[in-house]
């Protein structure tokens, strides 16, 4: 159950279908309409967050198995949602976070091979049962998503700095987009879908129609 004041926002896609840039422009928006919010991410919302974060995208020399990489996102989650989101909410301020616990079930779950259910279980520990009120969806498909990040990454030269995760194979990048909308169908109410191939403000624009209808009618 939402909290009498706070909501919870998640953003989440593949790397690369612009959730950083949406996270962005809903916190502009935000300050424009003079509410009181947090803007966060996971992995690496907190110190140890990054540290976590470290391992998990920019140690490629580790091995890490699908279950230890599991528990390493959970690790994670459970210090942000305790020390930081958690409170916030508390607070009533209205938190915005790149990525949260849809990303360890379809990451995880479904493309790692963990199991959905196990994941699900510790996910709720983790968040202490508090899921977003709202979850964006940005979709596009991983052809598109390699061809932006091969492109971003070659116009800022960081070519070689990809992450383990920026490293796998489309066929494992369709796994993911695919189980994302399979959560999506799941729970339309709270998952909402949107088409990323567009230009940034037209995403922009119905991902504040969506926000002010949370805030208008306290759920979707």
């Known amino acids: 159950m939402r909290d009498k004041q706070g909501y919870l926002i998640s953003f989440e896609g593949l790397d690369g279908a612009g959730k950083t840039t949406q996270v962005e422009l809903l916190a502009r928006w935000l300050d424009s309409t003079e509410r009181s919010y947090i803007q966060t991410r996971e992995p690496g919302g907190t110190p140890l967050g990054g540290e976590i974060r470290q391992l998990l995208f920019h140690r490629p ?108 194979s489309e066929q494992f990048h369709q796994r993911l987009r695919a189980e994302f909308l399979a959560l999506a169908r799941a729970e339309p109410e709270r998952i909402k879908v949107i088409d990323a191939s567009r230009a940034p403000e037209l995403i922009h624009r119905e991902i504040v129609a969506l926000v002010e209808w949370l805030f208008r009618d306290g759920a979707l």
């Open 61 to 168: 020399e580790l091995t890490i198995t699908p279950l230890a990489e599991a528990f390493l996102f959970q690790a994670d989650r459970a210090q942000h949602f305790a020390t930081v989101i958690l409170p916030a909410l508390a607070a009533g301020k209205v938190v915005i976070t790149d990525r949260c616990f849809d990303s360890s079930l379809a990451y995880q779950g479904a493309a790692r091979g963990v199991g959905a259910e196990l994941v699900k279980h510790l996910s709720l520990i983790a968040i202490q049962d508090r899921v977003p009120d709202l979850t964006i969806l940005l979709d596009l498909d991983a052809t598109k998503v390699r061809e932006r990040t091969d492109h971003a990454q070659d116009h800022s030269g960081q070519r070689g700095q990809r992450s383990r995760f920026d490293a796998e």
